[in-house]
T-cell receptor, first 116, second 115 residues
Framework: AQKITQTQPGMFVQEKEAVTLDCTYD???????LFWYKQPSSGEMIFLIY??????QNATEGRYSLNFQKARKSANLVISASQLGDSAMYFC?????????????FGTGTKLQVIP | KAGVTQTPRYLIKTRGQQVTLSCSPI?????VSWYQQTPGQGLQFLFE???????NKGNFPGRFSGRQFSNSRSEMNVSTLELGDSALYLC??????????????FGEGSWLTVV
């Protein structure tokens, strides 16, 4: 069975500081992809970053980086130099094969609030 | 390049009615999937379509149905609406249906309120 766990329901961070949002995953498929999405209050899910299970290096996209620790099955999102516009829900997701289908599983999300 | 477009953005329906939501994927994307998001249940997968065929289905009652057209546009329909169907319905598109690196891109969602 596939599972994504986000243990932080809510986080606060001071503007301009870095913040790490935790994500652990579980799958028996050796080939999987890990994704992070941002969801502002408007509702749209915005794709942030992707990490493949066979990628040797941690993914980075601007201020976003993914701290991928395969042995620990963790894929934490690091946001550097937080901005007020980063306040939103953040979802970790995984795409992997489950029961013969490619399935996408989402975590429960972390609500990030950036304080001025 | 236009993103995923969902219509309508907001709607209010009465219990027992039916509703149809529309989704236009990113140009060139052939896979469309639908999700229901509620505060209590989080993001739940409804179904996925690829080349007009349903490829995968979540655990929702038969009142929830969908289809995909030859231009990859998709619609989902909910019949006999219940109060619990009030949710944000998100449509997502991707290039293809398989591949662990196949990124899905979401639309802005359709906010459905059932009264």
């Amino acid at each position: 069975a596939q599972k994504i766990t986000q243990t932080q329901p809510g986080m606060f961070v001071q503007e301009k500081e870095a913040v790490t949002l935790d994500c652990t995953y579980d799958t028996s498929d050796p080939s999987y992809g890990l994704f992070w999405y941002k969801q502002p209050s408007s509702g749209e899910m915005i794709f942030l970053i992707y990490q493949g299970s066979y990628d040797q290096q941690n993914a980075t996209e601007g201020r976003y980086s993914l701290n991928f620790q395969k042995a620990r099955k963790s894929a934490n999102l690091v946001i550097s130099a937080s901005q007020l516009g980063d306040s939103a829900m953040y979802f970790c997701a995984m795409r992997a094969n489950s029961g013969g289908y490619q399935k996408v599983t989402f975590g429960t999300g972390t609500k990030l609030q950036v304080i001025p | 390049k236009a993103g995923v477009t969902q219509t309508p953005r907001y709607l209010i329906k009465t219990r027992g009615q039916q509703v149809t939501l529309s989704c236009s994927p990113i140009s060139g994307h052939r896979s469309v999937s639908w999700y229901q998001q509620t505060p209590g249940q989080g993001l739940q997968f409804l179904f996925e379509y690829f080349s007009e065929t349903q490829r995968n289905k979540g655990n929702f009652p038969g009142r929830f149905s969908g289809r995909q057209f030859s231009n990859s546009r998709s619609e989902m329909n909910v019949s006999t609406l219940e109060l619990g169907d009030s949710a944000l319905y998100l449509c997502a598109s991707s290039l293809q249906t398989g591949g662990s690196g196949n990124t899905i891109y979401f639309g802005e969602g359709s906010w459905l309120t059932v009264v």
